[in-house]
């Protein structure tokens, strides 16, 4: 194969305990460096293995590839950030460690690149792509379910691959870089807005060597990731909703409550009063944490007095309407057409002014 237009290439190998992949991994980039990318070199981020990769990459003497070993922060987003931080290269690429990635589509992906690209993919899901067959239902599943859920930031096909290529100045332009998990390849995507992307089909091999890292752990993270970049791609609707869903909670709050204490005190309106503001503060510590997570600048005992003054129109509606009501309906009925009628009222101009006011940035 005759080279490419020779650019520099850094390829990026974030390890972690895989000390027997590696060997082969690094024959394989060699071929595509000889054949292709003259200029390729590798930096292999190890999260502190101490594994015998030190010793490993020490023994190859190649002066291409060159080892960042990391104490801190680690985990496989951070060490992907930290090689692509360490690159030297006019393209760089990020490829899994485990042979799960085949070297030849490094190419492919360069290429994608010259041809105008902003960011290469190494799909499993475009034509020509495949999978290993042992993936088993359930990871297929798992798969498609976390493909689905990158559709509000991507319409890529295979978004949660770890094969991915751009160029450094891509990465430079990166904005609030906050990662969790091991997903780096849509937080790129979406903070180096990234819209014309290129997936190179590749065959995805099952792991030979070391141990598989999906795990429920990592899919709890991959849920608050897209969490994360939802807040960051639409800030007011996930707060609008977040709002919405703890008022509905603390509504739900409100006729438990409701129904205990007024078995509990005698005097219907202080039950009610105590249902009431119970229910007033759960919804203030969730909407702190959940609907309004950017704005904790202000001191929490001043927020919440806010936050009450600011929610009494519907408080004191569904206050009157359930004591109203309480005396010829039951008080669950009566609480229900209360706290209905109060979030109706309420909702809107709560949201508007704790946004405002309260939790302003």
Same mark, same amino acid.
């Given at each position: ?13 974030p ?31 190890d ?7 030190? +010793? *490993?990459?020490?023994?190859?003497? @190649?002066?291409?590839?060159? /080892?960042? !070993?990391r104490? =801190?922060?680690?985990?496989? $987003? ?23 990635h ?7 992906m360069i ?13 499993r899901?475009?034509?020509?792509g ?10 297929w599943?798992?798969?498609k379910?976390?493909?689905?859920m ?5 319409r ?19 904005? +609030? *870089?906050?990662?969790?998990?091991? @997903?780096i390849?849509l937080? /790129?995507? !979406?903070?180096? =807005?990234?819209?014309?992307? $290129? ?23 991959y849920l ?5 970049l939802l ?22 709050l ?6 205990a ?21 759960w ?22 007095i806010?936050?009450? /003054? ?48 309260v939790?302003?940035?």
């Amino acid at each position: 194969m005759h080279s490419m237009n020779p650019s520099t290439v850094t390829v990026i190998v974030p390890t972690y305990e895989e000390f027997d992949s590696l060997p082969s991994l690094i024959d394989a980039i060699e071929r595509v460096r000889d054949e292709s990318l003259p200029k390729l070199n590798v930096i292999v981020v190890d999260d502190n293995s101490q594994d015998g990769t030190e +010793e *490993l990459i020490g023994s190859l003497q @190649k002066e291409w590839v060159r /080892l960042l !070993v990391r104490t =801190q922060d680690r985990g496989l $987003s951070p060490a992907v950030i930290a090689g692509l931080q360490s690159a030297s290269g006019e393209f760089c690429v990020v490829m899994d460690a485990d042979g799960s990635h085949p070297a030849s589509a490094i190419t492919a992906m360069i290429q994608a690149l010259q041809d105008g690209a902003d960011f290469a993919v190494g799909s499993r899901y475009i034509n020509g792509g495949t999978t290993e067959d042992g993936w088993g239902f359930l990871r297929w599943l798992n798969s498609k379910i976390a493909t689905l859920m990158a559709r509000p930031f991507t319409r890529v096909l295979d978004p949660m691959s770890g094969f991915l290529a751009l160029r450094k100045t891509t990465f430079l332009e990166a904005s +609030e *870089l906050n990662p969790v998990g091991y @997903k780096i390849g849509l937080e /790129l995507i !979406v903070k180096c =807005q990234c819209k014309n992307v $290129s997936e190179v089909p590749i065959h995805f091999s099952t792991r030979l060597l070391g141990e598989s890292k999906l795990t429920l752990s990592v899919q709890w993270q991959y849920l608050q990731h897209v969490i994360r970049l939802l807040r960051y791609t639409r800030p007011t609707l996930v707060s609008f909703c977040s709002f919405a869903m703890v008022g509905l909670s603390g509504a739900v709050l409100y006729l438990l409550l409701l129904v205990a204490t007024t078995a509990m005190i005698t005097s219907v309106p202080l039950a009610i009063a105590l249902a009431v503001w119970l229910a007033m503060t759960w919804n203030f510590i969730w909407d702190r944490k959940y609907a309004f997570w950017n704005s904790r600048q202000q001191p929490i005992y001043t927020q919440y007095i806010g936050f009450v /003054l600011i929610c009494s129109v519907g408080v004191l509606a569904n206050f009157f309407i359930t004591l109203a009501l309480s005396k010829s309906e039951a008080i669950p009925l009566a609480g229900l057409i209360g706290v209905s009628i109060g979030s109706a009222v309420g909702i809107i101009f709560n949201f508007l002014m704790t946004r405002l006011i309260v939790f302003r940035k």
